[in-house]
Every structure is written in C-alpha cells, then in structure tokens.
C-alpha cells in the first residue's frame, strides 16, 4: 500500500514528542468495514424490474460460497450480448468477510433470477497516503491485510531536526503574535488626544499635512492660573519663604498690579559669573490681561506695616547726607518745622529722614577681609561700591557675607549701620529716542542716574546723552528704578557704550613664544603715551592697528581684542562718513598721523579726507554702542 497525506483535519499532533504519524482515511460509511466490494452483473433486461436496495445473492466461483448483497445502482441503457440478447449492468455491493480480493469472480441471483455470467470485484474506494516530510521511521502501526480506521496511526517519522523545526515554528508564531500587538498599540497613536485642558495657543499642522513622529502639533497652554519664575540672590533666599505674596507689574497691562504667592523655593542654585541664585516660583491666580511671555516686574514682601507713616517719593526733595526734603500743605502739623526754602503757594519744606526710597544703587568693585588689630583672623570685610552717581564708597560690613565683585546691590546706611543687599536683576528693553528722553515707553527722570558695568567689577558713571537713538535689548538692561511719577531714575547697563575699554593704536608686536611657553610683547599708544605689555601667561587676538582693552579692578590687564577698521570718506568734529553710512565719533576719540614710520599725536581738526588717507578704528566688543570711532589714522597721499 502507498503512503498518502491525511487531511489536515486529521493529522494527529504528536509534533512536541519528536513523533508524526499517518492515519489510514476513513470508510464512506458509518460501519467499520475492511473492505467494501462492489460486482457489476449483467442481467436480462425482460427479466422484471430490479430496484435500489433489493436484496441480492452473490456465489463465489469455486468455492461457491453464497454472499448476501445489495443492489446499488442498475443502468438505464440496455446492452445488445451474444445470441441478440438484451440485458442491464446491475451493481450489487458486499461485505468483504475477509478473503475476497479484485480477482476474484463471481455470480449473482436477484429475487430468484440469475445473472447472464459472471463478473470481478473491486473496492468500494480506494486510498493512498504519502508521506508529507522525510525521517526515519520509527514504529509501524499497521500490517498488510490489517483493518484500520479513520484517523489511527499508520507510521511513526523521528528525525534529527525536528524538535528545532517544530521550536522554530513555535517562535515564528510568537514573533507574528507580537508583530499583530505591536501593530495594534500602533494603530492607538493614529488617535493623538489632548493631554491637558486649557487653550491651543498655536498649531503647526493642517489637514492633508504629512506629520513626522516627534513633531510639535499644537501648544496647549493652561490659562487658569500662570506661574513664573524669579533668581534670588544667595544673599537674599534665605528671606524668602513659600506663602509669601509676590506684587506683579507689567508694562504690556498698565496701571494694574497681579498679586502672586511664592510656591516653591528651589535648594538647587545656578552659579554664573561667581554668583549663585536660586530658583524661585510664584503662581499667579488671577491674570486677567497677563499673558505668557510678557516681561513683568515682581516684588517680594518680605515684611508689611499697616500702622506706618509715608508720603509719596514724588512729594520728597533729594538733599544732602541722609536727609531730604518733604513739600506738605501750610496747614499741617509739622509745617511748623518748616525750613527756608522756596515752595509753591499753600505749601511748605520740611526736613524728614530718607528711608527704602533713598537707597544707594551699584555695582561692587572689590571686596577684601581684613585682620583687626587683636589678630582675629577677617573679622571685618571693606566693600567699594560703584554708586550709578559714579562715585566709589567704602563700607565695613558683617564678615560672614561674601561680596563678589560685579553683583549688583542696595546700600543703606541707618543711624551708624550698613546693610548692604543684593539687588535682583530687573530688565527691559526698547530704543532711546534721539533726544535721550525715554526708554521705549518709559521716560527717562530729570536727573537719572546710569551705571555701565562690565565683568569682574569694571564700572563707569555715564550721560543719559549717551544712548541717544540707541536700541536696547533686555540683556542690555541689568536693572532700572523707577520713581513716583513711573520714570526711570537709576539705570544699570551691561558694557553698553563701549565706555569700559581703553582705546589704543598697536605699533608692534614682537611674539617669541616656543612650545608650550608664551613670550608676547605688546607696544601700543594710549592718548599719544607709549605703553609696553610683555605676557608671558596669554597671547591675544590682535595684530598692528587698532585694539580695545580691558583692565581688572587692580589695573592690571584682562584681556585685548581687536577692532574693525574701514577707510573714511567724509569727517566731522562729531560724526564720519564710511561706505555712505555715518558713524558717531567718540569724545576722546585719538588721532595719529602716521608718516615715515612713526605716529604721532594730532587732532581731528587737523587732518582731512583730501589731504589724508584716513582709516577710522571702532570698537565692536559685543555692546550696543560699538561702531563708535574711538581711533583715527591719517596718512598723507603723497607718501
């Protein structure tokens, strides 16, 4: 017999015990038979009428062994035989007992009429099962002339590789199982979902867009409440607790104050330029008007008196020492205290002590420790303040506190103390008009006072004449105070009028440097003067021409840098002409003539741009102010 492949529904699974078998196939019939024989007889057709299921008698040729069979089909034409004979194939169907086969021959009687001859058997169907993969055989369930049933093992197949095809099989289901989940989660993103509630503030994608993972598709801002966040200095943190109010301004929502409450105060602190702050964050509950982004102003109350005095700084007269001077009705109080001075009609001067409002504003130049004479180690520190009047005071303060130079800090002095505070940056921005009036929309006061500050405590006093038609953004601005009526009266600057450098003209530049040993020496003119510099710690970018330098708080030298020069066409005692763009010349603007090799020191008036090749040298540091013309070289044409 032939192997052939079962139907799958009938494959046995023994894959996991290394095994597979082969099933014999199943009879037609419900009833376990071995073999279901079928003979075809021929019968006379005038014989009677023979129906479907009639009872049939088969006689085996030979041993002439009678079978009880059935008729199971009787043909509808008539067959011509020997002798002009008319007769029909009847097919009746037998039990095999167990000996017949497809050779053997036989006669048939139905209801008492016998068959016109003889006819051979053959089987009711007929199988054969392959087999569907290669092994070795390892057990055989059934023997030749044996009866089977559907779905009973035939052979039993082992082989080396099996067990890995059936783990592979098994691990190629898992991985397409996993694939279909992945698939599934996938299919959860096409669906992206606000993660909060509030208002779309922008979008970046339209419908029929093509939109990459990762990209920002809108911006949901929460709106209920606004929080902001506020450096403390490392000086002043440890005034400031959570729950304390916080009073707000902004410029963009004029005349409203935003009251706010400190929510957390951060123990990480950020260190720049020596100076250590403190995160700081305030949440705003009621924001009408405020909105995200703006620049806003923030105050901390640290403490509040609701039984004291005051007077509006605007009604107050700066004057001398600790004192100033207050204008009050004739008919108050203490107009009898009144002093000689010339006030408006119904109104009076008196002397009163100046508080919080006439605090000095600064930058610290240099900070020291000193050693009192009983030989404790600092038990003192002296600290210089650079004032925004430009003058430099000397204070003795708590040793225990740390005064950096170039921090930004409050001077009081009461009743014999100093308190000395770190002063919170406070920024702004916008252009000078050309009448140095005001600062975009706020006006500058009569007699405003402007500090420009650079690193490591460099400082000067300036004239607000300075910044006219000068556009300042709010890293340009360290701080501004204002003053009753809202104008500025104190202005600290960061480096912006270039005022902070020494201008000079480089005339050489002798470099014997070897390896890793710096060896430069510098020769430069300031003011007409021949200064000398040999470093032997840093080499710096400069070449022949104009230079800018900047100078530590003990004179020594920080650093140089170059300037950037171009040919003048055109000059004037206060402005010049270059490439039809006009330039602001500087005050102490120096002017060389340089002839034969040498320089010398002339004036502005003295030369011209018929006469002289004249390359102007202007300083670009990074400030606002650097295309002023600080150096002027002249060369006659004629060389």
Same mark, same amino acid.
């Given at each position: ?218 911006? +949901? ?160 520190? *002296? ?29 009081? @002095? ?119 510099? *040999? ?6 970018? @400069?070449? +022949? ?34 490439? *039809? ?26 030369? *011209? ?23 002027? +070289? ?6």
């Amino acid at each position: 017999m032939t192997l052939v492949k079962p139907a799958p529904d009938a494959q046995v699974r023994e894959e996991k015990q290394n095994k597979r078998t082969w099933p014999f196939p199943h009879p037609k019939h419900g009833k376990r038979w071995l073999i279901l024989g079928v003979i075809a007889l021929l019968f006379l057709a005038f014989a009677g009428k023979f129906l479907l299921g009639q009872a049939a008698q088969v006689t085996l040729d030979g041993s002439f062994e009678t079978l009880n069979g059935t008729v199971r089909s009787i043909s509808g034409s008539k067959v011509v035989g020997t002798g002009n004979t008319v007769t029909r194939e009847v097919t009746i169907a037998v039990q095999n007992p167990g000996g017949l086969s497809a050779s053997q021959v036989a006669a048939a009687s139905i209801n008492g009429l016998g068959s016109a001859g003889n006819g051979t058997f053959t089987y009711q169907s007929e199988s054969t099962v392959t087999a569907s993969a290669s092994g070795t055989a390892t057990a055989i369930h059934a023997a030749e002339g044996s009866t089977v049933s559907k779905g009973q093992a035939l052979v039993t197949l082992g082989g080396d590789d099996l067990e890995d095809k059936i783990q592979n099989a098994a691990d190629s289901l898992r991985n397409a199982e996993l694939s279909m989940e992945n698939t599934q989660k996938q299919l959860e993103n096409y669906t992206i979902t606000f993660p909060i509630s509030g208002t779309v503030i922008d979008k970046e994608y339209k419908a029929g867009d093509t939109v990459e993972s990762g990209k920002t598709l809108c911006t +949901i801002y929460d709106l209920s409440y606004l929080e902001m966040t506020l450096n403390i200095d490392e000086l002043d943190i440890s005034t400031v607790e959570v729950g304390q109010a916080v009073q707000i301004t902004a410029e963009a929502v004029e005349s409203k104050t935003f009251t706010g409450v400190v929510t957390k105060v951060s123990v990480a602190g950020n260190t720049s330029g020596g100076i250590t702050s403190y995160p700081v964050t305030v949440r705003i509950g009621e924001s009408d008007g405020l909105l995200p982004g703006m620049n806003v102003d923030a105050e901390i109350v640290l403490e509040e008196a609701s039984d004291a005095l005051a007077i509006p700084s605007s009604a107050v007269t700066r004057g001398g020492g600790n004192t100033s001077l207050a204008l009050i009705t004739q008919d108050s109080p203490s107009a009898e205290n009144a002093v000689k001075q010339e006030a408006p009609e119904g109104y009076v001067y008196v002397q009163v002590e100046t508080g919080v409002s006439d605090d000095s504003y600064g930058m610290v130049e240099s900070s020291e420790k000193v050693v009192t004479e009983d030989g404790d180690a600092a038990v003192q520190t *002296n600290v210089t303040v650079i004032c925004t009047d430009g003058t430099a005071k000397t204070f003795t303060v708590d040793k225990a506190v740390d005064y950096k130079a170039g921090r930004l800090v409050t001077v009081k @002095v009461s009743e014999g103390s100093v308190t000395i505070k770190a002063l919170t940056e406070k920024h702004t921005s916008g252009k000078v008009d050309s009448a140095a009036t005001k600062l975009g929309s706020l006006s500058f006061a009569e007699h405003i006072e402007i500090l420009d500050t650079g690193d490591e405590g460099a400082a000067t006093s300036v004239d607000v004449s300075r910044l006219s038609g000068m556009s300042l953004d709010s890293d340009d601005v360290r701080y501004y105070g204002l003053d009753g009526d809202g104008r500025i009266e104190y202005l600290i600057l960061d480096d912006v009028t270039g005022d902070l450098w020494t201008y000079a003209y480089l005339t050489d530049l002798e470099d014997q440097s070897q390896g890793m040993f710096i060896n430069v020496t510098y020769t430069y003119l300031v003011g007409g003067a021949e200064q000398t510099l *040999n470093s032997t710690s840093a080499q710096y970018p @400069v070449e +022949i021409g104009g230079i800018a330098v900047a100078h530590e708080s003990d004179g020594s030298i920080r650093t140089m840098q170059r300037m950037k020069s171009t040919e003048l066409t055109g000059l004037s005692s206060s402005w010049a002409m270059a490439s *039809n763009q006009k330039y602001a010349v500087a005050d102490d603007v120096q002017v060389y003539l340089r002839s034969n090799g040498s320089c010398y020191l002339t004036t502005l008036s003295a030369v *011209n741009t018929e006469d002289y090749t004249l390359t102007r040298w202007y300083n670009n540091s990074g400030n606002s102010a650097g295309t002023q013309i600080r150096i002027v +070289i002249a060369v006659p044409r004629e060389e």
